[in-house]
């Protein structure tokens, strides 16, 4: 039996005495998993007291969306572009890289993206 496995799985890290969004992407995201994950993505926001938010985003196992997954992650970055401060996508260069640079025109706050975990890390602090 092929088992395919995908989605998000959404936390909250203290790095010294800074918070932020961790985000892990994996598979071949779908409509789905965006249903499951759009309302623990807004419970995590709440929860953090400052008034942007900073997300590490690790899609180094991420392989993609599905064509109406892909429009549920533009429709979440719309109506939460002006809640992030800084968000580090961590990845693999090529379309990963391209992404970033996008999202950044839909975000108020930074997008970068690294190749680096602790380069991504640091950039957040």
Known sequence: MNVQRHGIS???DRVDDEFFVTIKAFGTLTHRDYQA???M???A???VNEPKVRVLLD???LDGWELRAAWDDFKLGLNHGADFDKIALYGRPGWQEKAAKLAGWFMSGEVKFFEDYQQ???WLK
């Open 45 to 47: 926001l709440i929860k």
């Open 120 to 122: 991504a890390l640091d």
């Open 41 to 43: 993505l807004e419970a």
């Open 37 to 39: 994950m759009t309302p």
């Open 59 to 61: 899609a180094t196992e």
């Open 10 to 12: 959404i936390g909250l």
